[in-house]
Every structure is written in structure tokens, then in C-alpha cells.
């Protein structure tokens, strides 16, 4: 079982950034895939990026491509999720999940994929 916390949440201006983190603890966490997800009031949960256990293939949301990239360091069982140019509409708890066949090249987006999360860390961003 793996077990996430996030951390590096918090209230930004329009157009800033913010690096939030995903430490984990548990043997597999580095033989799978890591998902963040994003939840703002009020809406469904909606996959934001991924990354296999390599680090080399990710995927994005449309909404974040181009602003937001994810990357993960086996050695510190951390993930990362680095935002930049955030939007109002960024606003929202942000969660880290993990999950997927071990050692696969594929990135889930779906969060049924993922079968350990988080308790989410939240991000605000003011206009």
C-alpha cells in the first residue's frame, strides 16, 4: 500500500507559480504511474497530469499544457507538479494519486486507475 501527502499549496496571484509535491512512502511507489487531479467547488474531480514509474512518459489536460509540468525523483519517492502562468480557474484542492500496472510505459487519466491518494493540498489563485 502506498501512502501520499501533498505539500506547496496556497494563494497566488494571477500569472505566478507554485511547485507542489508529492511525498510517498511504500516499496512500489517507484514501479508505478503517479496522477494529480484537481477539484474545485462544486465540480467533479478532473485528471490535471501524469507520469510513469520512469519519469518518461506523461501525459496532460488540455486546460494545463504548456503551463504545468510533471516530474518525479525515485531516489526521494517524490513527485512533483511544477504551475506556472496560474489562473483563477487553477483554483481548486489538488490531488496525488498513484496506481497502474507496475513498470508500464501507459499513463492512466482516469481516477479509478489510480488506487492510493492523497488528502489533497489546496490552491488558490486570486485575479
Known sequence: QVQLVESGGGL???GGSLRLSCAA???????IAVGWFSQAPGKER?????INWSG???SYADSVKGRFTISRDNTKNTVYLQMNSLKP?????YYCSA???LYSDYVPRRSPDFGSWGPGT???VSS
Open 56 to 58: 518518461h512518459s506523461t
Open 122 to 124: 489546496q490552491v488558490t
Open 12 to 14: 497566488v496571484q494571477a
Open 99 to 101: 496506481g497502474g500496472g
Open 25 to 31: 512512502s511504500g516499496r512500489t511507489f517507484r514501479m
Open 46 to 50: 478532473e485528471f490535471v497530469a501524469g
Open 89 to 93: 480557474e487553477d483554483t481548486a484542492v
